[in-house]
């Protein structure tokens, strides 16, 4: 298992105009790929488990920070695009990715969880 330092980012939209344009939804998702690039994150083709630590905003109560550390987290951004924009900042082509699941909690800070399991016995 492996545990990187790096809050999850979902990939944005983006077009052309993103090349020179510098809008701030793009430019933290080039710094998170940075950052991904940065800490040598890897996966495996098969059998994995990424768990997406989302951080909980610093306007929570410390109430509601307690209730929510280590839920799930079931609102924006998507799952599919959280791998997504890490699977863009680690390889240039993913399609030899088959197998691998995919968690989102709460957490005081971001993160990201990388963990090998065995790959599925059915398949």
């Not at 994150?41 to 768990?51: K, N, R």
């Not at 951004?77 to 240039?92: C, G, S, W």
Request: charged letters at 30%; glycine letters at 4%.
């Amino acid at each position: 298992m492996k545990t990187y330092p790096i809050a999850p980012l979902g990939k944005p939209r983006m077009t052309r105009a993103d090349r020179w344009k510098k809008r701030p939804e793009v430019m933290r998702y080039r710094a998170f790929c940075d950052e991904v690039r940065l800490h040598n994150v890897q996966l495996p083709e098969s059998g994995f488990h990424v768990t997406f630590i989302i951080p909980m905003p610093p306007s929570w109560s410390k109430k509601k920070r307690q209730q929510y550390d280590g839920q799930p987290h079931q609102s924006k951004p998507d799952m599919d695009n959280l791998m997504k924009a890490l699977m863009d900042a680690i390889y240039e082509d993913d399609a030899h990715i088959w197998d691998g699941h995919i968690t989102k909690r709460w957490g005081e800070t971001g993160q990201i969880i990388i963990q090998e399991v065995a790959a599925c016995a059915h398949c």
